[in-house]
């Protein structure tokens, strides 16, 4: 996916809001817009057919089909020519507007973890995607049709409405999580959502290492996701990127021009001193003594 625009709260809420409500026609395949945003996104598809590209994923998508967008995360809707138009509403929310408590957050997880939903919320469960049954889109229809009345009247107390729509839609979203069976769905999720951190950690090993954005991309709780990578790889997440780090600053070791302080910034490390440290550890050797040992 291209880079892609940042879409900022401030140029889609009305003043003194955290809230919106947007039904959307989408674009045919070519003039989507790839973007990310600094609030979070409920995009249901309302109508028609086409694809969802979700960071390096593309979902083939259909009425009913409901993705969680969290902060920093870059999508796009869009359609073949010869689909049905594709429709989605999308609800653009700051954790804040549902309660003052989760203004720090930044993430749907976060949310769903707060007294509002604690007796909804099963931990592991959320997702990005969610297919709706035909019940459940009778249900999120209404639903979402009386929150845009709402939302587009401005009755006095209409905030306070659309903050109670909300709370009993996202209610409805995790109530569609827990009819995935754990043995059908909760594993193989488990296992495919590790599997994509790892792509993205094998070409992103440069960049500063963040366990919490990590986890952000799975839409697990940060201590959920470390417990399942290191299930999942017998390693701790750290550790994977200090492993990745070290065998690809091996093969820039053999670039004979190659000086050891840029090979250290090019894999990530700060500073020389912490490159040293942990190639020793993993390889027993120092840079210096292992490029030594190189035949060329």
């Not at 070519?30 to 609030?39: E, I, K, L, T, V």
């Not at 995790?174 to 070409?203: C, F, H, N, W």
């Not at 366990?211 to 991309?217: G, M, Q």
């Not at 390693?235 to 780090?245: N, S």
Request: hydrophobic share 35%; proline share 3%.
């Amino acid at each position: 996916m291209p880079l892609g625009a940042v879409y900022l709260g401030e140029q889609f809420f009305r003043p003194g809001e955290s809230f919106r409500i947007v039904k959307h026609s989408e674009a045919v395949i070519g003039g989507q817009r790839p973007h990310a945003h600094d609030f979070v996104e409920i995009c249901y598809v309302y109508a028609g057919a086409g694809y969802h590209e979700v960071g390096e994923e593309i979902y083939r998508v259909a009425k009913g089909d409901l993705f969680l967008i969290n902060y920093e995360v870059k999508h796009a809707f869009y359609r073949d020519p010869e689909d049905e138009e594709l429709i989605t509403y999308n609800l653009l929310f700051l954790p804040g507007f549902m309660d003052d408590s989760l203004l720090p957050f930044q993430d749907f997880t976060s949310l769903t973890m707060s007294y509002l939903f604690k007796d909804s919320w099963i931990e592991g469960r959320v997702r990005e995607n969610l297919r709706l049954n035909a019940e459940e889109q009778r249900e999120f229809d209404e639903l979402i049709g009386k929150m845009e009345r709402e939302y587009n009247g401005q009755l006095e107390g209409y905030n306070a409405v659309l903050r109670a729509y909300m709370i009993e839609l996202i209610v409805k979203m995790m109530r569609g999580y827990q009819r995935r069976s754990a043995a059908d769905e909760r594993q193989p999720r488990r296992k495919s959502e590790i599997e994509a951190v790892l792509r993205y950690l094998d070409t992103h090993y440069h960049e500063p290492f963040r366990l919490a954005e990590l986890a952000k991309r799975t839409f697990f709780s940060k201590n959920y996701f470390s417990q399942l990578f290191k299930e999942t790889t017998g390693m701790t997440a750290m550790h994977y990127v200090q492993q990745v780090r070290i065998e690809e600053a091996c093969r820039m070791m053999q670039e004979p021009d190659k000086k050891m302080a840029q090979i250290a910034l090019d894999v990530g490390y700060a500073d020389y001193k912490a490159f040293y440290l942990a190639f020793k550890k993993q390889k027993g050797l120092s840079p210096h003594e292992y490029r030594s040992g190189l035949t060329w």
